[in-house]
Structures are given as structure tokens and as C-alpha cells.
């Protein structure tokens, strides 16, 4: 067996580990911690929630600490990119974390800030940057981030950034890097795309794997429920009344409509906070804050909000609209049923989303158990339906606002209104990290 104690971490991250309780390292940690001490180039297959973050922000920080140098300004000695701002927060979380024993800065660069407070940060030089393609772009446009003094580079959760578009991104920042570097490269699926970007940037490198001890499909009781689309929210405020339901990550395609379904929830009594792309960051860490204490039960979510959301105890994901990507669906259910624990996943099904649920079984190689609509389904329509009458009319010009991004032309989904438009950026938040009920088999279980 292998514990921290035998990769000789230095004594400043050995005490931070002690303080946290941690002893044994996840598979993926004994396998990466020892060639990235030794300074070799890496790439990396895990998955979110199998300690990866670890496995090298831990030997990056026993670097620092054996080579200390004097911060020159604007300048960073590490760079960590993530597709998602709530990513980016977690990873620096961990380098603060683990480094709180070293005298160390650690900055975010992601949009939704403003530009001057992050230049500021940088004026000093720091030893840790993590931020997001697209921003971080900025800020060196604005000559705010000298990047060629980068001794490590890495990539998080790169087929994420393939996939939201940060290919361009990628290139131009990998160009302004210093060749003599260390490169780790850190990804859930290996596609041929990823396959060449890390035959690109990696020289040499040890290559290691980590699949979890059981699939995410396999650690969560999946389930469907076949309801029309207008009678989703009558359904939701059904399921989530059960008690049994300690916190609910509800998903949604788009931000308009996360946010309406905040709305009726809370019209229909049932706390909720939604996290998006045109969420403010104090807003998105306020919501992330209160689900993390409990404070509030449900979150409701687009896909590219919820990466990096490392929540435990998430005991509940409701696919409240099935996506058109069926990987999209594995990494939702994968919010739950985390180091370890259970899960329940419940998906409402409507007609014109039928060939997005085979996709899905194909993908995951089963079907998905089919409950029946609860015996009380009826009566909750007609009750969700008369609040909604009663509830004053959603704001149109949020409806507006967002169908207009989403229109061909309208603007680029996902993308912080604020943040400046430049040619051949990722989409999907560059700035922000960047559809008759049928019966089935059983009845609704809500809790386990």
C-alpha cells in the first residue's frame, strides 16, 4: 500500500495533507505523483472525481517549494487551463489549500470579473495561474500576463475544451509559452482529436490511466419518467417534495430556461437557485456556496455551469430536459454518487426527446429502468398549473435576451455579455470559463 508519506512531499504540503486527514492516495495520484516529481511530461485519462487535481497540484507545489524564486512582475511560473470558471475556482482552491503552509500566490483569471481587479492581481507576479482560454487571452493582449516565464504548464478536463471550442485558444496561448517546460495533460476520454493535441504539446511523456472501480452508470440507480413537456413542472415540484431528497442537481439545456425553472419552483414554495453563463460570479459562487452548506436543497444547472461543481452528498440529478449529446448525460449523473456513495439519477422523457434516451442507453450500454407517473401526477398538473396563472408574467426581456444568443447570428451561447468579442473563440463560455405521459414499469421512488 502507498501513502503520502512515501513520495518525500516536502514538509509544508506534508503537514497541509495531515491537516485534511489524507493518508492514502487515489489510484490516479500514485501513478502521477512520481514521474511528475521527477519532471517528465504527462498525459493523463481520468475522470472528474478521482482525485486528479491532486496529482498535480501536489508535485507542481513540491517544485516551488524546493526551487523558490523572487515574483517578477506580471509574470507566473505555473499555468493551469480549465474549460469552466467553476473548474478554475476549485483548482486554485487546491493549490491554496495544499500550499496554505508555503508562501505562496495563487490569482483566477476567468470573465465575469472585471479586467483591472485580475491585472492587479498579476502586477506582482504570482506563482500560480489558473484561468480559463479565453480570458486569459485578454489579459495578454492587455500586456497584463507575461507567460514566457511558464516552468509548468496544464491542461485540465481537455476534451471539455476541444469540444467548447478552445482549440484556437489553446494554440496561441501554447505558442507564447517557452518550449523548455513541463507539460501535464489531463483528460476524461482520449478521442483522436486529444490524441494528436497531446502528441503535440507533450514530449515523452509517461502516460497513465485511471478507470473508476465501477462506471458512473453502474454507481447510480437510473431511472426514466415518460411526461409531456408541459406538464415537466408539475412533475419536478412532485419529485423534489420528497424529503428523502438531501440536495438536487437539476438540469436544463438553456439559461432562460434554468431560470424559469427556479421561478416556478418558487412560486410552488420549493427553494432553488439556478447556475449559468449569465449568472454574475458572485452570483454563481453564492448559489455553488448555498447548495454546498445546505442551505439551499436544489440547483439547477446548464451543462457547461456544472463542470468542475464538486459537490459532495449530491444525493439526486434530475435530467428535468434530456441532452442532445449522450455523453453529456454521463457526465451529468456523474455529479452524484461521488467517492464512493450512491446516487439516484431521474430522467423526464418527452415525446420529441425519445431518440435522445436511445442514444443514451446505446451509449451506456443498458436501459434505463422506466417508472410510471406518481398516482397523484394529475392533481399536482392542476395545482402547478393554477399557480402559474396566479404567478406574476416572467420578465420578457431576459426570454428575449436569451433566445437572441442562441439564434443563428444572435451571439455566441454561453459567452459573458460583457466580455469583448474576438474572432475564432471557444464557445460555450470562453469569457464565463468561460422538449401524454406514458406508464412504465414500478411506481416513483423518490429517496433510497
Known amino acids: 500500500m502507498t501513502y503520502f508519506t512515501d513520495f518525500g512531499l516536502a514538509e509544508p504540503l506534508a503537514r497541509a495533507l495531515a491537516d485534511k486527514g489524507y493518508t ?8 502521477a505523483i512520481p514521474p511528475v516529481l521527477e519532471g517528465h511530461d504527462l498525459c493523463g485519462i481520468a475522470q472528474t472525481g478521482t482525485g486528479k487535481t491532486a496529482a498535480f497540484a501536489l508535485p507542481i507545489l513540491h517544485r ?16 493551469v487551463l480549465a474549460p469552466t470558471r467553476e473548474l478554475v475556482s476549485q483548482i486554485a482552491q487546491s493549490f491554496t489549500d495544499y500550499g496554505k503552509y508555503m508562501k505562496l500566490t495563487v490569482t483566477t483569471v476567468f470573465g465575469g470579473v472585471p479586467i483591472p481587479r485580475q491585472e492587479r492581481a498579476m502586477s506582482s507576479g504570482v506563482d500560480v495561474v489558473v484561468a480559463t482560454p479565453g480570458r486569459l487571452l485578454d489579459l495578454v493582449e492587455r500586456g497584463a500576463i507575461d507567460l514566457k516565464l511558464v516552468e509548468i504548464l496544464v491542461l485540465d478536463e481537455a476534451d471539455q475544451m476541444l469540444d467548447l471550442g478552445f482549440i484556437h485558444d489553446l494554440r496561441r496561448i501554447v505558442g507564447l509559452l517557452p518550449r523548455k517546460r513541463q507539460t501535464l495533460f489531463f483528460s476524461a476520454t482520449m478521442p ?60 436544463s439545456r438553456t439559461k432562460h430556461g434554468a431560470d424559469r425553472i427556479v421561478r416556478q419552483l418558487g412560486n410552488a414554495g420549493i427553494v432553488a437557485e439556478a447556475i449559468h453563463g449569465n449568472k454574475s ?120 435576451r436569451d433566445f437572441a444568443r442562441r439564434a443563428p447570428g444572435g451571439g455566441r451561447p ?14 460555450g463560455g470562453a469569457r464565463a470559463g468561460g422538449g401524454a405521459g406514458a406508464g412504465g414499469g414500478g411506481g416513483y421512488r423518490g429517496g433510497r
Open 414 to 427: 454561453g459567452r459573458d455579455p460583457r466580455a469583448k468579442v474576438t474572432p475564432q473563440r471557444g464557445q
Open 192 to 251: 483522436k482529436a486529444i490524441e494528436e493535441l497531446a502528441a503535440k504539446y507533450l514530449t515523452n511523456p509517461v502516460k497513465v490511466s485511471v478507470k473508476p472501480a465501477a462506471t458512473t452508470a453502474e454507481r447510480v440507480e437510473q431511472a426514466v419518467i415518460h411526461v409531456n413537456q408541459a406538464e415537466k413542472p408539475a412533475l419536478l415540484q412532485l419529485v423534489l417534495k420528497d424529503k428523502a431528497i438531501d440536495r438536487a442537481l437539476v438540469f
Open 64 to 79: 516551488l517549494a524546493a526551487n523558490p524564486k523572487h515574483r517578477l512582475k506580471y509574470a507566473t511560473r505555473t499555468l
Open 281 to 400: 460570479q458572485p452570483q454563481r459562487e453564492r448559489a455553488l456556496a448555498n447548495f454546498k452548506a445546505g442551505t439551499c436543497r436544489v440547483l439547477v444547472a446548464t451543462d457547461i455551469a456544472a463542470r468542475g461543481i464538486d459537490v459532495t452528498g449530491v444525493s439526486h440529478v434530475i435530467n428535468y430536459e434530456l441532452p442532445n449529446v449522450p455523453e453529456s448525460y454521463v457526465h451529468r449523473i456523474g455529479r452524484t454518487a461521488r467517492a464512493g456513495a450512491d446516487g439516484q439519477a431521474i430522467a423526464f422523457c418527452a415525446e420529441d426527446e425519445r431518440p435522445f434516451l436511445r442514444d443514451i442507453e446505446k451509449l451506456i450500454r443498458q436501459k434505463i429502468t422506466v417508472l410510471a407517473l406518481p398516482a397523484d401526477f394529475r392533481a399536482a398538473v392542476l395545482a402547478a398549473q393554477k399557480i402559474e396563472r396566479a404567478a406574476p408574467p416572467a420578465p420578457r426581456e431576459e426570454e428575449r
Open 24 to 31: 492514502e492516495p487515489t489510484p490516479i495520484q500514485v501513478q
